[in-house]
């Protein structure tokens, strides 16, 4: 998966256009990065990586290139 | 002694049989004197669970419900080899947390198939000539979900209420066979699934409020397993269609 793959994933996971967010966004300046959010990235990563992470995994991000380099 | 809950010679279809509720009902039920049949994927996690199981006469299978097509064609296999059952706990589960932006119909297809569909079809496949013993028992494991809802727990809240609809008409179709059905409806034990939603959701406040309302705190395997083996046995015999909470009181509060 290309990195414009990944932002584009990630964008529709995290609901959020893809022009509005980049690797050096922090997540916590993302409206709608609540526990819902991060449950749809807790499925997503099953779904399309075979990966299972935990909210422990998720608490230790703090910009979207944290998620992005998880993405593989 | 005296025991109202005595299987002995019973011989007990058990799926989902080699972990948490599943494998608790097992062993408690080769204790109270039945042979059992143990249905699970995982062969290596059978035989463990075998390894634990009192007296002699079980059996186990490697197999995977989610083949709900195949189901037919192994429930024969399984009565040629072991005879007729008297008693079928659907143990057998996955969970599933989804928000509704990802739960595609393959997703929602998956719960359904395990946790219900091979419910219904394993009591069909069990309901043919010399496949059950008059008297029969027939105990799924179903959950509070059932009752409540929670949000990106649609699947498998709607799988349990699911099966909960299931046995209220089947018991009532199937009591001319002398065969009874019930559910028993479990709030958080410490299985799998447990785990599964410690690790997605357990600080979330409402895993807190959940916790809060769950008085006696998380339930074992063997709080469930006693009920099973109560409806199994004959102690049992005029309750079917029953759909029984096993909670830790969380829904009276």
Request: hydrophobic share 40%; proline share 1%; charged share 25%.
């Amino acid at each position: 998966m290309t990195t414009a793959e990944k932002m584009e994933l990630l964008a529709e996971t995290l609901e959020v256009e893809t022009d509005e967010i980049s690797e050096d966004t922090a997540l916590t300046d993302l409206d709608n990065w609540d526990s819902m959010t991060k449950l749809s990235l807790i499925v997503m990563f099953d779904d399309e990586f075979g990966k299972k992470i935990t909210s422990e995994d998720i608490k230790k991000m703090v910009t979207v290139k944290d998620i992005l380099d998880l993405m593989e | 002694m005296y025991n109202i809950v005595d299987l002995t010679g019973r011989q007990i279809l058990i799926t989902g049989a080699s972990s948490g509720m599943g494998r608790e009902t097992a062993i408690l039920c080769s204790k109270l004197g039945a042979k059992v049949v143990l249905v699970a994927r995982n062969e290596v996690r059978l035989q463990e669970a075998m390894s634990n199981l009192e007296g002699d006469g079980h059996a186990y299978y490697s197999f995977d419900l989610s083949k709900v097509d195949e189901i037919e064609d192994f429930i024969k296999m399984v009565v040629s080899e072991r005879g007729a059952m008297d008693g079928f706990v659907h143990s057998a589960g996955v969970g599933s947390t989804r928000p509704l932006k990802l739960l595609k119909p393959a997703a929602l297809r998956e719960v359904m198939e395990i946790n219900y569909f091979s419910f219904v079809e394993i009591i069909r496949c069990l309901m043919k000539k010399n496949a059950y013993n008059e008297g029969m028992s027939i105990v799924g494991i179903s959950s509070i979900s059932s009752k409540q809802g929670n949000q990106t727990k649609t699947a498998y809240c709607a799988s349990k209420s699911a099966m909960d609809a299931s046995v209220r008409c089947l018991a009532k179709e199937l009591a001319d066979k002398k065969v009874r059905v019930n559910a028993v409806n479990p709030a958080l034990i410490k299985t799998e699934i447990y785990q599964q939603f410690l690790n997605n959701s357990g600080e979330s406040e409402d895993a807190k409020n959940i916790m809060q309302r769950q008085y006696l705190g998380i339930g074992e395997p063997i709080d469930v397993a006693n009920m099973i083996v109560y409806l199994l046995s004959d102690a049992a015999k005029f309750i079917t269609g029953s759909c029984v909470d096993i909670d830790g009181g969380r829904l009276s509060s």
